[in-house]
Each structure stands twice: as structure tokens, then as C-alpha cells.
């Protein structure tokens, strides 16, 4: 999936004459976390978080600077310049980039100028949807051997029993390299006839997996 | 002077509804959802001595317009379309029917209204005072969604019943489900809905249908805080499911004050249960409906209203745990443990395993998991963290 699907478009922004105080406001008002700084002419020339905030507000032991600190200008204490994606960026990209600048929140920008933004919520509701758990479903894991053709195999069966698949994850197998585990989310209540056809034909069912009934 | 003060005369402990109309709610002969549980269990109770004719009342068909208290219109124009077979294939995947799940039958949109009737029929006879308690065992289709089938389901006769008690009785209910399955279909028709309140007691999503119910849900916009959700581990077993029923109904019905209990009673949690991984045993099945009675006296003079639900080995477990909500209700309990030889010698040889002879489950129905414990702890935490915001308020009040 492609930033410019998933991105708000709506942006609460400062300018860089703004203060603290409205800073401070803002963010309290629109309940969000960062709010991106720009120019005259829509260009993002930095960036300012909660944390930001933290750090520069008065201190409740003294009073007497707050009205000095409260009027402080964003263009001071502001982060710049801001790291900033484009709206072709894929989310898995943004996601990685997530992780090892360790930010929340990228400004999306196009011609020069802020066109969204893009927020680790964004990004974790895309992977909600990707798993397909907003939707009724059952979910069953197969371990298959790391080779071609096996989604493809085990896809077949679920098809025979016609069952609608959700969403389809592969995971490396974590205790040993030459296997994966397919995870599938699949639109029944009953996947018990799924379950016995891939037994029958030799597949791995992680789950469910029952001891069997002493009766 | 004082006035003699006005005696309510309550007719009847209980109702049971059931014709044998309700037996038409059918997908197919080798679908799991299978209502002849309802004749099985009815033959059970009377074979038992349990109930007579007077006892059962017959259920009535809902309305369209009661019907679309929460189903669309549209929708409910496919199912009847669907029914006649009138309704192409590609339009009928969009309202979820003609799936695996929920099949297409003849006459599906009568089939589902006389379901959704039955609950309504209930709901009348208590709310009206005719009985303090009832029961429609054909009821409790909880998946149900505004406006698509899922999960075996057409109709959700538990919001249809809630709604048409709010409009026509101006009633807060207080919706119960101890199906194995979260009751996902009544959760989100009343999610912003301050004056209903639901509680589901599950196993965990994380891998069962439909896949929602995590603590997290707990209701949106004026709704938030009304939707209580228990999403229990597999391998639960009866000690664990029991506390956290009797948890969880306690506090929240201390919180809500209900004016009626509906409990939605899906009879899948048991070992023997072929959808479903919560190993319990008809313990749970003895002791869900007896909570329900002791707090609908203690909170809503009584009123108590009782569904079926899920329920998949029909011919072992079905028919003797839906038989203790009635026992429940009227107070007429076995005497002895056995069942009646009677019913036993009846339909063990239309089914296809051996029945089980007695009201307790035999020793060493289920294999035990060494997890037991960690299980255990992990739900009680899942028990405290769902109702964290109660315990909560109730600390600082």
C-alpha cells in the first residue's frame, strides 16, 4: 500500500512564529502527539512533539519564568530539519524508517510543500487490515517446508472446501529456518473440514490442535 | 388507612416456546448448526417429568417492521428473495449469504422470522408478567449483523428482543453470552448504546471465530463502557469459566441495574464441542443458568429471558445442558442421575455416538493439558484487566 491511501490529509500545523503556549494548545485541543512546522509557502521546515513540549514548558516550582517560557517561539526549540516522506513512499518503507529513527510520525510532502502525515497509529491500523482481523473469521496456521508452491498447495485446499480467505501472512518459522508457517484468517465458522483435508493430505496444522477426546 | 397495595399476580415460574416450526431453520443435513437439538432436548425434558403441554408456548412470527428494529430493509428483502430463490449469486455474497456458513434454504426468511419471533414471544410474557421467566431455545443467533448473515446466522433475534424491549417496555437489559463464540452481532448493534448493556464470555480470537471480543471493546461514543468482553484461553476448563462468569456478572450487573437479564446460552464451550477448545464439562452448564436465576430475583424481580445459542455435538451435550436452564427456571430437577431410559433407548440409535447415560458428564470426559495453571492465572489477569474500569470507580466511590 502506497502513504498517499493511507495518509491523513487534514493537518493541524504551526508556523514558526507560533509559541509555546499555542503549541501547547493545539496539541491539547486536536489530541495529537506532533504537529508539523511550516512556512508561508506550505514548506515543512521542522517538526515539534509532546516530548518537545515537556522539555520546554515551565516548571511548576517556577512560576515566575512561565510567562517567559510560555512566549518562547517555536522556531527555537524546534526539531530541523524534520524527516519527511512522499506520498509514493510504501508503508513498509515508512515502517522501517519508524523503527530506526525511532519517530512516530512522518510529514508527507509533495512540491515542496505539506501534503498529510503519516502516524505509527496509521501504520498499525494498516496491519489490523492486512491481518484481516476486522472481520469474522477463523484463523489456521500451517507449518509447510520452505519451498516453492506450498501457499499454493494449502490455498487449494481451503478453496475445495469454499472457504473465503480474509488475509494471508507468512512467517518464518521461528525454532527452525527450512519451515514457515502460513496464517490464514478465513471467512467460516467452521473450518473443521479444512482442518481434516490438510491433515489428510500430510500438512502441519499448528492450530487448532486438540489432545483427542478419551470418550 | 393504608392502601392495600397492588399485587402483581405472576401467572406462571416459566415459559417454554417451541413448535415444531422452529425445526425449519435449516441449512442442510450434514450442517454443524442443527436444530433438531431443540426436539432432543424438549424430549429430554419431558421424558424427565420435567414439563408439560402447559408449559410450552408456540412462537410467533416477527414483523417486518420488528424485524427492522435492527436489520435494513434491504436486507431483509434479500433473505426473503433468497428464500424463494430469487436472489443471484453475486448479490447475495454481499448480504453473506449463500456462503459455507449460511447456506441458502427455501423459505429461509420465514425459518429465520419465527426464530427472532420465538424471542419476541418470550420477551412479551415476561415483560407483560404472564411468566417470570422464559425460554426460546431456537433463539440466540448472535452473529447476526445489521445488515449480512455470519456465523450460521440471518436474523439476531437477541438485538431484535433487546430493542423492541427498550421501545415497547422501556427496559434496560442487562445481555448475557456464554457461548464459546463472542457475540459480536449483538455487541455492535448496541455499542453506542448507554441504556443496553452486553457482557461475552469467550474463548480468545486470537485464532476462533469470529475472531473480535478482546477487553479492549468496551463500547464507543455515549455506548463506552457498556460492552464488557472475556476472552478466555483455550484449555480453560470449568473452575476458570466459572469464575469468570461469576465475576464478571456480579460486578457487572451491580454497576448497570438492569430492569431484565437476557442470557444468550450457546452450549459450545463443552469438551465435546467439535468448533471449539475451552474444555468444560456440564458443570458450567448447571451452574451458568443457576447465577442467572439467584440475580434476576436479587436485581429484576425475576425477569429473566433465555436463548439458545451455539451448540454443536447435539446428541451428548446439548440436550442435557439446555435442559438445566429449564430445570433451573421451574425448580423441577432430577431426582436421580441417570437419564430417563426412555429417551436413551428413543434416539441412540439415530445417533451416530454412543449417547452418554447420566446428567454429569463421566469422569475423564476431557484430557487434561499440564498448562492448567498458567492458563488459569492468565485468565483471572484477562478477568481484572475487563473490568478494571468497574472495580475502579467502585474503589474511588
Redesign the interface.
Known sequence: MIIKDMMVRDVHTLSPDSTLAEALELMNIEKVRHLPVIDITGKVVGIISDRDLKEFSPSPFQPAESKKLYDTKVLDIMTTPAITGHPLDFVEEVAVLFMEEKIGCLPIVSEDKLVGMITETDVLHTLVQLT??T???????VKVPNKQGMLYEVAGIIRK????IHSVLVYPDQHDEQYKVLVF?V??????SVIEDLRAEGHEVL??N?????? | MAKPSKLTTVEKDAVFIYSDELLNYRFSEDHPFNQKRLQLTLDLLTFSGAINESDIVPPRMATDDELNLIHDSAYIAAVRMAGNGELSKEKAENFGLGTEDTPIFKDMHEASARLVGGTLTAVDYVMEGKALHAVNLGGGLHHGFRGKASGFCIYNDSSVAIRYMQEKYHARVLYIDTDAHHGDGVQWSFYDDPSSCTLSIHETGRYLFPGTGAINERGHGKGYGCSFNIPLDAFTEDESFLEAYERSFREVIEFFKPDVILTQNGADAHCLDPLTHLSSTMKIYEEIPKLAHQLAHEYCGGKWIAVGGGGYDIWRVVPRAWSRIWMEMTGRFPESDELPAEWLNKWQPASPVPLIKTWHDPEGVYQAIPRKKEITEKNAQTIEKALYPLLKSKNQG
Open positions: 484481516g482481523a472481520q469474522p473469521g477463523s484463523q489456521i496456521e472446501n469454499h472457504s473465503n484468517r471467512q467460516t465458522m467452521n473450518p473443521m492450530w487448532p486438540l489432545p483427542s477426546s478419551p470418550l
